[in-house]
């Protein structure tokens, strides 16, 4: 089992930044990706971005440029930080982790996070 926790989010003005922060405990070990899915009121959960433990990147088209996703994996963690939010940037953001145990790939997530941006 890998327990993924939380912290950042809140609200903040359009045009504003914001950073959330994932910390994964637990059977780290193997851990392949981290990253980021959101979810607003009334949509699919959507990618936002993952990393992997090589360090290749991956974003959604609508955050490019915006959203930068960075990882230690020293300490197990993943950062996203959030640049010139938009309104439909509001979401709860959702920590992810995939990790591979012997015979299949098992995806984990966090509780989540609320992100509002007020325009």
């Known amino acids: 089992q890998v327990q993924l926790v939380e912290t950042g989010g809140g609200l903040v003005q359009a045009g504003g930044s914001l950073r959330v922060s994932c910390a994964a405990s637990g059977m780290i070990f193997g851990i392949y990706s981290m990253g980021w899915y959101r979810r607003a009121p009334g949509k699919q959960r959507e990618l936002v971005a993952t990393?992997?433990?090589?360090?290749?990147?991956n974003y959604a088209d609508s955050v490019k440029g915006r959203f930068t996703i960075s990882g230690d994996s020293a300490k197990n963690t993943v950062d996203l930080q959030m640049n010139s939010l938009k309104p439909e940037d509001a979401a709860v953001y959702y920590c992810y982790s995939k990790r591979w145990e012997g015979t299949k790939w098992q995806e984990y997530w966090g509780q989540g996070t609320q992100v509002t941006v007020s325009s």
């Open positions: 990393i992997t433990n090589g360090g290749s990147t």
